[in-house]
């Protein structure tokens, strides 16, 4: 139960990031969720890339909307405000907390009944708009806290926990999204840690609309033969085209890399990104080129991981509104309001 | 009767214009309005169109009124008749010794007049395509020229006609020029041909003193920049539509940094309604003051986030400009339809703040206000605006601010006060007001953290599913509501002259046709005490009015008399004593209406006293 308290002692010797907070700053309160779920193994990679990053954990806006995966932001980063706000809306709300201050990293979790049903059109459009943020969908194909129903990311002929066969088309959220012009677009597997973390941190890094499908088995209702978002079947299917590394600041995460197969992608806020290649072809700058691949294999049954689609340099909706670089929430009246002088002017020229 | 008198007045009359919309004939007739405003004499102009772009019948009618009266007056004294389509219906809707003008440049049988009025012909199309061969030019010039012919009909000072064409086209000396020559042609053409003036005219006065002329929805946005809102948020509706689009133009005025050019403010027009309370609701979250625009329907798909807002105490300012409902209802006519839809707004028990402007001077400050409300009492406020105020020129006091104003941040607890050791809960009643403290995110790094949810939970935001923590909680947003009695605009009380048992509470945008009512129901020997209702939750004063009355009309601009509704659930109180006068035809309630009515209804009083009766 979350109003138990997490025990707050650690280890003496547990290991400090570059601003001296330990692995435990980045943690929330204990899951409610089921034990192996999915979603955890998502809280634990966030943490994970916040900690990496070395991120003041306050200097963070967790925003969800309702079901599983959006009670997860009570799960991670305690010290960060959060908001567990309506269904399917958490991309407006995101938006409008990101236009108030736009000094702070906003951090949209959702699920894919959130995203790719009730909420379809806000998360089309908050990516349409470039917020900068970095969306997860933690997508398991069902509603879960609603006991097993399929969402709209349950793939056509899958089958359900009843033995029900999904007849419905799936959304493929990525190909969404890289239709509407994220510009930073990735797919990782809840059971490849190695993977999703450096996506994450990456996604925080870029200033602009970032897009990480998580595909997340829900061990309840989703995990059985028959279905496609099952842990077994993402493994068999998983095809990773890229693993990453995301070098921060001066003490750069040493790796040894064979020449050639290599691409550094400086981002803006200073980091880099190191993708190993795995697929030799695939190239992460060619937003065509990824949205024909994904669908080549989805076709075969494939689910294509990996950092599928970056835009080092996007800009975001700040830039496309030319707002002040002072955060909003800050303005008093002495900058916001015309005063007395000006409103007899407009008073005269109403007359 | 072929002989009735024609109808002789000087600045008490209504002219109606009858046009087909998207013929460029509104700039002209608001001119025409503008033009007898010059005169030094009151006008009350009102656009009456269809929800439509071009093509169908639309009119635009200006109650000429040295009284200053600004309401709605009913009946026509004279009609522009520019529209075939609609014709039968304005001439029949003329009043008897009334004048109709039209375009006479194609001959009409007799049986398309009446005997009663003053026809008065004018070739306004021969003289067009006479001088003009464009036709688009011959389209737009032929609404000057029918504004010449009027002022010389009216007696109207062309100068001054002359000096706004010159205003409007300031450094477009082609179109100046053209402009006025047009104007010449049909006053020549009417001095030359027609008796001139008619019995209806205007008169140089001084009764428009500093006022300024201007719609409600342009005044509402300019209270939001005064009252310092950041970020708006909205999704096209009629009619609120220009809310946002006067937000953006004066915003564009008075929010960009000099030196950089950039912008103080932001503006997103959302994919819907639910997005656009949604940003409102994620930027006042972090601390931004935001707002939305919207009308009914809109406001149907907000209602699961202004449940949020209430329950999980985040403050919103949502401009409603209402317009006749249920469902699509009458997009482009007024009513006052949408004060229970907004007053319980939302699943569970809630209640919101309302404020009712009377007109655009007070649409300016409940705005700028509206956003003080929010921040203090972090729960939704709405601006109740309708079509009549939003959309219409209206006459009103200048627009008045007081530069020593801060703006009311509300309990905000900074990160100092967390190093000094306060104690933070999130929903913890500390004094008694029932409002708690809240933190922006981002304020500190260890603490005045917390969670927020549209679930339950306790003072200090942790979740719980307790019926006695979920109590204490609803029970502390009954008392944060009783605040908000004392801090919302209050209502305004008007005595009658004599004292009397009767009494009559209205609001909004049927005040000027109520003070005027006020004046024909004392002609027929009625007093009343008049209570102007300016916002929900009701002040105390609400509840001693009703006391002091034996009976008291609740006059409102809807089917179901939601306000009376709202005030006999609130106050309790018997509903037999409130007497409800109704008007919801989507025109604009007229004092003759509310005169009638309530003087039918005491007059009934009068032939069988209740009271005697009873005892």
């Known amino acids: 139960m979350t109003y138990i308290a997490k025990p707050k002692f650690h280890h003496p010797g547990l290991k400090k990031n570059e601003l001296g907070y330990t692995h435990r700053d980045y943690e929330g309160k204990i899951s409610t969720l089921c034990a192996g779920c999915g979603h955890d193994s998502i809280t634990a990679s966030i943490i994970e890339a916040c900690y990496e990053l070395s991120i003041e954990p306050h200097r963070v806006a967790k925003i969800s909307g309702i079901g599983c995966s959006s009670k997860t932001p009570d799960y991670f980063l305690g010290n960060s405000h959060g908001f567990n ?13 990101n236009l108030a201050n736009r000094d702070l990293i906003y951090l949209g979790v959702s699920g894919d009944g ?22 997860i969908v933690e997508n398991n194909g069902v509603y879960g806290l609603t006991k097993g129903q399929f969402s709209a990311t349950a793939d056509r002929g899958s089958k359900s926990k009843k033995g029900v066969t999904n007849t419905d088309n799936a959304i493929d959220l990525v190909a969404i999204a890289l239709q509407l012009g994220a510009t930073f677009v990735a797919r990782s597997f809840s059971g490849d840690k190695a993977q999703l973390v450096p996506l994450i941190a990456a996604a925080i890094g870029h200033k602009g609309a970032s897009f990480i499908d998580v595909i997340s088995p829900c ?119 015309p005063g007395s002088a000006a409103l007899d002017k407009f008073n005269a020229s109403l007359r | 009767m072929s002989d009735k008198k024609p109808i002789s007045s000087v600045n008490d009359f209504v002219v109606r214009f009858a046009n087909v919309n998207g013929s460029g004939s509104a700039s002209a007739n608001e001119m025409f309005a503008r033009a007898i405003l010059r005169h030094g004499v009151p006008v009350s102009p009102r656009n009456i169109f269809p929800s439509n772009i071009q093509g169908l019948p639309t009119w635009y009618e200006v109650r000429v009124t040295e009284e200053g009266h600004l ?28 004048y109709l003008f039209y375009d006479s440049t194609k001959p009409l049988p007799s049986t398309k007049f009446r005997d009663d009025i003053t026809v008065i012909g004018v070739p306004l199309t021969a003289i067009t395509n006479s001088t003009y061969t464009d036709p688009r030019q011959r389209q737009l010039f032929k609404n000057i020229i029918y504004l010449g012919a009027l002022s010389a009909l009216l007696d109207m000072d062309p100068k001054l006609i002359e000096q706004l064409i010159g205003e409007q086209y300031k450094g477009k000396e082609k179109l100046l020029s053209s402009n006025v020559h047009a104007l010449h042609l049909g006053r020549d053409w009417a001095l030359q041909n027609l008796k001139c003036p008619t019995g209806l005219r205007v008169k140089k006065s001084d009764k428009v003193g500093d006022r300024i002329f201007i719609e409600g929805n342009s005044a509402a946005a300019l209270g939001a920049v005064y009252g310092g809102a950041t970020v708006c948020a909205w999704y096209p509706i009629t009619p609120s539509s220009s809310v946002a689009e006067a937000f953006t133009a004066h ?78 209802g009458m997009p482009t006519r007024t009513q006052q339809c949408d004060i229970i839809a907004c007053a319980y707004a939302s699943h569970g028990d809630t209640k919101h703040v309302l404020l009712f402007p009377e007109d655009p001077a007070e649409a300016f400050e409940f705005a700028a206000a509206a956003f003080d409300l929010a921040e203090r009492l972090q729960t939704t406020i709405f601006l109740m605006l309708d079509l009549d105020i939003g959309m219409n020129h209206r006459l009103s006091r200048p627009l008045k601010w007081d530069d020593s104003k801060q703006y009311d941040r509300g309990k905000v607890m900074t990160a100092q006060m967390l190093d000094e050791g306060r104690d933070f809960g999130r929903y913890l009643d500390v004094d008694g007001d029932g409002i708690p403290y809240r933190t922006y995110p981002g304020t500190h790094p260890t603490k005045g953290s917390y969670f927020t949810r549209g679930t339950s939970r306790d003072r200090y935001a942790r979740y719980s599913e307790e019926g006695s923590v979920y109590a204490d909680n609803m029970q502390r ?20 002259e004599r004292p009397t048992k009767y009494g009559v509470i209205y609001f909004g945008s049927t005040s000027p046709a109520m003070d005027e009512a006020i004046g024909m129901l004392e002609a027929r020997g009625h007093q009343l005490d008049r209570l102007r209702i300016r916002a929900f939750p009701f002040h105390s004063s609400v509840a001693s009015f009703l006391a002091e009355h034996d009976f ?30 109704v008007h919801y035809d989507g025109s604009p309630i007229t004092a003759r209406y509310i005169a009638k009515a309530i003087g039918d209804h005491q007059d009934h009083l009068k032939v069988t006293p209740l009271r005697k009766a009873v005892s």
Not at chain 1, 114 to 135: E, L
């Open chain 2, 71 to 98: 309401g709605a007056r009913g009946g026509v004294d004279m009609m522009v008749a520019m529209n075939p389509q609609t014709w039968d219906k304005d001439v029949a809707g003329i009043e008897p010794g009334g």
């Open chain 1, 219 to 337: 061990i309840a209702f989703n995990n059985h033969a028959g279905s496609t978002k099952s842990f077994d079947y993402v493994r068999e299917h998983n095809d990773a085209v890229n693993r990453l590394d995301v070098l921060v600041g001066r003490d750069p995460i040493a790796v040894d890399y064979a020449p050639g197969t290599v691409q550094v992608v400086e981002q803006h806020d200073g980091s880099k990104i190191a993708l190993r290649k795995i697929d030799a072809d695939y190239d992460p700058h060619d937003r065509l080129g990824a949205q024909t691949f994904l669908a080549r294999h989805a076709a075969k049954g494939q689910i294509v991981t990996g950092l599928l689609y970056v835009d080092p340099d996007a800009d975001d909706l700040h830039t496309h509104l030319n707002t002040v670089e002072t955060p909003l929430n800050t303005l008093e009246a002495d900058t916001l309001c």
């Open chain 1, 85 to 97: 706000s309506v269904h399917g809306r958490m991309p407006s709300v995101l938006t409008g907390a």
């Open chain 1, 114 to 135: 959130d995203s790719a049903s009730i909420g379809f059109g806000q998360f089309a459009h908050s990516i349409r708009r470039g917020v900068n943020m970095t969306y």
């Open chain 2, 552 to 581: 008291v009309y609740v006059v409102e601009q809807n089917r179901d008399s939601q306000l009376r509704q709202l005030i006999v659930n609130e106050n309790g109180i018997d509903p037999v004593r409130l007497v409800p006068i």
């Open chain 2, 251 to 328: 915003c564009k005025k008075y929010r960009h940094d000099p030196a950089t050019g950039k912008a103080k403010y932001a503006i997103v027009q959302g994919e819907d309604e639910l997005a656009s309370i949604g940003i409102v609701i994620g930027a006042s979250w972090n601390g931004a003051r935001a707002f939305t625009a919207t009308s009914g329907p809109g406001i149907s798909l907000m209602t699961e986030f202004i449940g949020l807002s209430y329950f999980a105490e985040i403050p919103a300012v949502i401009m409603n400009i209402q317009r006749a409902g249920p469902s699509t």
């Open chain 2, 477 to 496: 947003l009954v008392r944060k509501f009783e605040t908000a009695q004392d801090l919302v605009p209050r209502p305004l009380q008007a005595n009658a």
